[in-house]
């Protein structure tokens, strides 16, 4: 990664997956744990240089939670936070969505910034108009031998990207899911409490990035992510799937109708708030869909974006008027040398 030494291996860790509603640490579905607040993450899901907060009130460079053990494979997957970029209140200060009413060149700088500590500078972005369903596109960038191809009786809508600089391109169509094959792009969603989802078969040559609120869960938006990832050449099995910070059992209330259309179809996101009020965990609730979907290993990042206010922004904390953090994935090959 640009400006900051290379990662090192995550730590070895021991225990038990957080039970619903505990965002205070990452953790593998597959049997892992950190100590509490030590910023590691789950086998290799790190933040660099160190946690929002730890590292000061205004870095100068964005900390990203990176997930290390796949830089070695070719893929860049990685979760920002709110710090390091230049964006002013209500949106301080790494906002990356264009759609919130922050100031556009602040906005662009700050995904300029993310791309150039992820090693990504100069690759175009694509993004979706998230509207809470379960489509996902291919993202084909035109170059000769790069764009995405359907296997077997599956299929895939397939998009292009339009013009624009690399950071500022237009929306690709309604959509909460990304795929490609293409090592040319590189895939986003913005969340601000929904739970953001990346998805990489490194061997395969193909990642995924979801945007996982709760109606996009209800409607099965994870499995259409896998799906789509299947219809490129990927193996589910094969599969890393990462659910990134996202507002927690502990702070998530919800009327008995959401609870049920969600709980319903996964009931690991049925929680109970702190003053022991029906909630939904979106996090687990992705875990569990990725599960279900055949994805071989999965890591939750287990922070709360409404309890971690100096780490992330949070649409339900801040009433509506904040900025966007986002979930990156890329296939850059040779990125872990």
């Known amino acids: 990664?640009?400006?900051?030494?290379?990662?090192?291996?995550?730590?070895?860790?021991?225990?038990?997956?957080?039970?619903?509603?505990?965002?205070?640490?990452?953790?593998?579905?597959?049997?892992?744990?950190?100590a509490p607040g030590d910023g590691t993450g789950a086998a290799g899901l790190v933040w660099r240089p160190g946690p929002p907060g730890a590292v000061g009130p205004d870095p100068v460079w964005p900390p990203v939670l990176v997930a290390e053990d796949l830089l070695e494979a070719g893929v860049v997957a990685a979760f920002t936070g709110r710090v390091g970029g230049s964006s002013a209140p209500p949106y301080a200060t790494l906002n990356l969505g264009l759609a919130v009413g922050d100031?556009?060149?602040?906005?662009?700088?700050?995904?300029?910034?993310?791309?150039?500590?992820?090693?990504?500078?100069?690759?175009?972005?694509?993004?979706?108009?998230?509207?809470?369903?379960?489509?996902?596109?291919a993202v084909d960038t035109g170059r000769p031998g790069a764009g995405p191809a359907a296997s077997g009786s599956r299929r895939v809508d397939t998009v292009g990207l339009g013009q624009g600089p690399p950071e500022a391109k237009p929306p690709l169509g309604e959509a909460d899911g990304l795929?490609?094959?293409?090592?040319?792009?590189?895939?986003?969603?913005?969340?601000?409490?929904?739970?953001?989802?990346?998805?990489?078969?490194?061997?395969?040559?193909?990642?995924?990035?979801?945007?996982?609120?709760?109606?996009?869960?209800?409607?099965?938006?994870?499995?259409?992510?896998?799906?789509?990832?299947?219809?490129?050449?990927?193996?589910?099995?094969?599969?890393?799937?990462?659910?990134?910070?996202?507002?927690?059992?502990?702070?998530?209330?919800?009327?008995?109708?959401?609870?049920?259309?969600?709980?319903?179809?996964?009931?690991?996101?049925l929680a109970t708030t702190r003053d022991g009020r029906p909630a939904l965990d979106p996090a687990a609730g992705a875990a569990q869909a990725l599960e279900r979907a055949g994805v071989g290993r999965i890591r939750v990042a287990g922070e709360c974006t409404v309890d971690l206010a100096d780490r992330h922004f949070s649409h339900r904390r801040d009433h509506g008027r904040t900025g966007r953090q986002a979930g990156l994935i890329a296939l850059v090959p040779g990125a872990g040398r």
Not at 6 to 33: H, I, K, L, N
């Open 1 to 34: 990664m640009a400006r900051a030494a290379r990662p090192g291996q995550g730590a070895q860790m021991t225990g038990d997956r957080p039970a619903a509603g505990d965002r205070t640490a990452p953790a593998e579905v597959s049997g892992v744990r950190p």
């Open 103 to 137: 100031d556009l060149r602040r906005v662009l700088a700050n995904r300029r910034r993310v791309a150039t500590v992820l090693g990504l500078a100069g690759r175009p972005w694509a993004l979706a108009r998230q509207v809470h369903g379960n489509r996902v596109l």
């Open 179 to 269: 795929v490609t094959t293409d090592p040319g792009v590189v895939l986003a969603v913005l969340t601000a409490d929904c739970a953001p989802v990346l998805l990489a078969d490194p061997a395969a040559g193909v990642v995924g990035a979801v945007h996982a609120g709760w109606r996009g869960l209800a409607a099965g938006v994870v499995e259409a992510g896998v799906a789509a990832m299947a219809a490129l050449g990927a193996d589910p099995a094969a599969t890393v799937g990462l659910v990134g910070p996202a507002v927690g059992g502990c702070c998530y209330e919800v009327g008995p109708d959401v609870r049920e259309a969600v709980g319903a179809r996964y009931p690991a996101a």
